[in-house]
């Protein structure tokens, strides 16, 4: 079998229909469908099984979280690649046939992902480099936002580049992600220790340490309509309980574990100063009209704060 097809979904039943029905339509290579439903209350997998009974589908209990759920799939797998897709996506003009052959043609490649693009057909930036102290200093300081096609401050979601050439890159997100099968079998699957957010970029990070290469395809195209909103975007626009807790226990457990101690330490502090200065901002500037952000800082702040002073820190 030429690929599996894996997707995890949760509460999104008439996206996954979409997207079912999209790579029904825009897929001839031989595959298959895994979707791992994490315990969703809106019936999404009771729908995408009677629309699409040759999937084969996983019900969870409860929400396992993004990297075990993929890797119930992937002990499943039978094709030569696996393809991590986000159920709120839509494959366009044979991309999963194209990711195949170019796969084939690229035997260096343990990983490459197509180019997204947002439901308006604009390009969406999601190819990125490493996480570093200095990277997370750009983003603090907004300086993408003033010089977007610079190489060093638009290094996050590498903004500088055009997305029109085969390219090698650090990390691909993963809400379209191809891999291929004897890279996870060589390296392990993905690191349940990330309940969501940061997966895709640890393991792409091994694939690069172990001499394997991340490519990124401009010849396949998939819609991905959850994509405009990150966490590096979401730093200068919060809401109550937009950054959720998940994203910043993916971030330190990756600093702790690809960079040691001593970086997650500067991170920690780094996080505690951003948004301690945003909320006095806010608190100065926007006095009356912006309370629910007010309130989202302050709660950011003090869940910062607990977890470094190891109160509340989930290990």
Same mark, same amino acid.
């Given at each position: 079998?030429?690929?599996?097809?894996?997707?995890?979904?949760?509460n999104v039943?008439?996206?996954?229909?979409?997207?079912?029905?999209?790579?029904?339509?825009?897929?001839s290579?031989?595959?298959?469908?895994?979707?791992?439903?994490?315990?969703?209350?809106?019936?999404?997998?009771?729908?995408a099984?009677?629309l699409?009974?040759?999937?084969?589908?996983?019900?969870?209990?409860?929400?396992?979280?993004?990297?075990?759920?993929?890797?119930q799939a992937f002990?499943?797998a039978?094709?030569?690649?696996?393809?991590?897709?986000?159920?709120?996506?839509?494959?366009?003009?044979?991309?999963?046939?194209?990711?195949?052959?170019?796969?084939?043609?690229?035997?260096?490649?343990?990983?490459?992902?197509?180019?997204?693009?947002n439901?308006?057909?604009?390009?969406?930036?999601?190819?990125h480099h490493?996480?570093?102290l200095?990277?997370v200093?750009?983003?603090?300081?907004?300086?993408?936002?003033?010089?977007?096609?610079?190489?060093?401050?638009?290094?996050?979601q590498?903004t500088?580049?055009?997305?029109?050439?085969?390219?090698?890159?650090?990390?691909?997100?993963?809400?379209?992600?191809?891999?291929?099968?004897?890279?996870?079998?060589?390296l392990?699957? $993905? @690191?349940?220790? !990330? +309940?969501?957010? %940061?997966?895709?970029?640890?393991?792409?990070?091994? =694939? /690069?340490?172990?001499?394997?290469?991340?490519?990124?395809?401009?010849?396949?195209?998939?819609i991905?309509?959850g994509?405009?909103?990150?966490?590096?975007?979401?730093?200068?626009?919060?809401?109550?309980?937009?950054?959720?807790?998940?994203?910043?226990?993916s971030?330190?457990?990756?600093f702790?574990?690809?960079?040691?101690?001593?970086?997650?330490?500067?991170?920690?502090? $780094? @996080?505690i100063? !951003? +948004?301690?200065? %945003?909320?006095?901002?806010?608190?100065?500037?926007? =006095? /009356?009209?912006?309370?629910?952000?007010r309130?989202?800082?302050?709660?950011?702040?003090?869940?910062?704060?607990?977890?470094?002073?190891g109160?509340s820190?989930?290990?």
């Amino acid at each position: 079998m030429d690929v599996t097809i894996v997707i995890v979904s949760y509460n999104v039943a008439k996206l996954l229909e979409e997207c079912l029905a999209s790579i029904e339509k825009e897929t001839s290579c031989d595959h298959e469908i895994i979707v791992v439903d994490n315990h969703s209350s809106d019936g999404s997998a009771e729908v995408a099984k009677a629309l699409h009974p040759e999937i084969a589908l996983i019900k969870n209990p409860r929400n396992v979280g993004f990297a075990r759920a993929n890797n119930q799939a992937f002990r499943m797998a039978k094709g030569r690649f696996v393809l991590m897709l986000n159920p709120d996506t839509r494959v366009l003009g044979g991309a999963i046939d194209r990711l195949v052959r170019f796969m084939d043609a690229h035997p260096e490649a343990g990983a490459c992902g197509p180019k997204n693009l947002n439901s308006d057909l604009s390009l969406q930036y999601n190819c990125h480099h490493f996480p570093s102290l200095t990277s997370v200093l750009v983003e603090f300081l907004q300086l993408r936002r003033f010089f977007p096609k610079n190489k060093f401050f638009g290094r996050a979601q590498m903004t500088y580049w055009t997305y029109d050439e085969i390219k090698t890159v650090d990390s691909i997100t993963g809400c379209s992600l191809m891999i291929r099968r004897e890279a996870l079998e060589r390296l392990g699957y $993905l @690191d349940e220790r !990330y +309940f969501m957010y %940061s997966e895709e970029t640890d393991f792409c990070y091994r =694939l /690069k340490r172990n001499n394997l290469k991340t490519l990124f395809y401009p010849g396949a195209s998939i819609i991905h309509y959850g994509g405009q909103s990150s966490l590096a975007q979401n730093y200068h626009r919060v809401h109550s309980r937009t950054i959720t807790r998940h994203e910043f226990e993916s971030r330190y457990y990756f600093f702790r574990k690809n960079y040691g101690p001593g970086h997650e330490f500067v991170l920690r502090i $780094l @996080d505690i100063l !951003y +948004f301690s200065l %945003s909320l006095l901002k806010n608190k100065v500037l926007f =006095l /009356k009209k912006d309370r629910q952000e007010r309130t989202a800082f302050a709660e950011i702040v003090l869940g910062l704060a607990l977890d470094f002073f190891g109160l509340s820190v989930v290990r």
